[in-house]
């Protein structure tokens, strides 16, 4: 039988959608924020020559660069103030909840509620001006070893370049916050879909003009349309997917009256940890292979070429190194957002307790043994995603907007944002029902 929020859900309608006053200012607060943010990508880095830095990056586009570049929204294409994007951010927060697991320190701040969290975020921002700093310094010395790139080349150059990108950064970093608090979705993951998104209508005109020149086959071009269309429907089904556990109550007195036990279900996402392993995964590549890529265009020595090239895209050691950090981050990204002891105890203060299973620990040994083996095919789902349509689409050079990972953050973060307007459209219809309800309980009096 379908809850009361379930039904309310099925009823919604636009004359509700044009009763949420609260919810259209969000929507249009956070379309604001992303149009501000789009602006941002078309202001360039002072003391740079366009022209050459786009030559230079129509060189390299299809390596690792191209990727930062679709992150980013073009912004690296242009070198605009945004071209870091939230990369160094990212990798930060990855950095200090590794460090968290380990630190006594940093893990009872975690338990201490809304003030240990914007601890922890203090911390994180610290570390991002870091990552910042050394990222923006590493671009500010390959673009002075790319020829004419750079007007006039120096210190003052590169300061005011590392000055330049870790503002932006840390624009990007409130606005997400912004988004996030006043704003619909999660801030930081609708700036990397909106770059995403904005890259759509160059990437059909280019793979349109590459089927029409011939360069592109006809059947490849059909094959990647099917390809894609898959790959979303594979995505769908695996983030809707859950892994239900029968919770039973037994029957309780209150007063006079006996209630009947009642019997609900605890549901485990088959993803839990959506997709934050491909971002983290692609952050953390991101990070080495940027500064080495930059620098290789320069004076810089054997080795860094070589990695350079052995990081590009549909390389194997690109590929194993991804697949091996998505696995990762999603067991410990899992192990973060849900707790097993925690959800035993609960539902054992409350009554609950799952048939044929002890309360407490034994109660916890067995969420544990079932997240543990979802998280296993869910982790398999995310490296398939991610990899299998990357291999594909390198060895016919498209645009990287075609690969699994974007694909799989465009269609995750559209789910989580339509969920959350639906929950604001739920509780509008439940506070219009409580209106009513206490009218009509003072006409009957």
Not at 175 to 199: C, D, K, P, Y
Not at 307 to 322: D, I
Not at 388 to 406: H, N
């Amino acid at each position: 039988m379908a809850s009361a929020a379930e039904q309310l859900a099925r009823n919604l309608s636009f004359s509700t959608f044009s009763k949420a006053k609260a919810l259209q200012q969000r929507i249009w607060f956070t379309l604001g924020a992303l149009l501000v943010y789009r602006l941002g990508t078309f202001i360039p880095v002072p003391g740079i020559d366009p022209d050459a830095f786009r030559a230079t990056f129509e060189q390299s586009q299809q390596g690792i660069i191209g990727m930062f570049n679709m992150f980013s929204g073009g912004a690296v294409e242009r070198m605009a103030i945004f071209a870091l994007n939230l990369i160094p951010y990212i990798t930060a927060s990855i950095v200090v909840q590794v460090i968290a697991t380990a630190s006594p320190r940093l893990e009872a701040l975690k338990k201490e509620g809304e003030a240990g969290r914007r601890k922890m975020n203090q911390y994180t921002r610290y570390l991002a001006v870091v990552f910042c700093m050394v990222q923006a310094y590493g671009i500010a010395v390959g673009l002075e070893g790319s020829q004419g790139v750079v007007l006039n080349p120096g210190w003052f150059f590169r300061i005011s370049t590392v000055i330049t990108l870790v503002g932006g950064t840390m624009f990007l970093m409130w606005l997400g916050e912004q988004i996030t608090a006043r704003g619909v979705g999660n801030g930081i993951s609708l700036i990397i879909f909106a770059g995403i998104v904005a890259n759509l209508p160059s990437t059909v005109a280019q793979t349109l003009e590459l089927s029409r020149t011939g360069a592109l086959p006809a059947f490849a071009g059909i094959g990647m349309i099917l390809l894609a269309l898959i790959v979303i429907a594979v995505i769908v089904f695996f983030e809707r997917a859950q892994r239900r556990l029968l919770i039973q109550y037994p029957k309780r007195q209150v007063g006079n009256k006996m209630f009947q036990g009642e019997s609900s279900h605890l549901p485990l996402k088959l993803n839990t940890s959506g997709v934050i392993p491909v971002i983290f995964g692609s952050s953390l590549l991101l990070l080495p292979a940027t500064i080495a890529s930059f620098a290789a265009q320069g004076n810089a020595p054997g080795w860094l070429t070589t990695v350079t090239a052995l990081l590009g895209r549909g390389q194997p050691l690109y590929l194993a190194l991804f697949a091996f950090l998505i696995i990762f981050f999603a067991f410990f990204y899992t192990a973060i957002v849900f707790n097993p002891t925690e959800t035993a105890d609960n539902l054992k203060r409350s009554g609950g307790f799952i048939p044929g299973i002890r309360p407490g620990e034994r109660t916890a040994q067995h969420i544990d043994y079932v997240l543990t083996r979802i998280t296993v095919v869910g982790a398999l789902y995310l490296t398939f995603v991610a990899l299998i349509p990357e291999v594909m689409f390198s060895q016919l050079a498209v645009s990287q907007f075609i690969g699994g990972t974007s694909l799989l953050i465009m269609v995750t973060v559209t789910l989580d944002t339509i969920t959350q307007i639906q929950s604001h459209l739920v509780a509008q219809q439940y506070e219009g029902l409580l209106k009513k309800s206490r009218l009509g309980g003072g006409k009957r009096r």
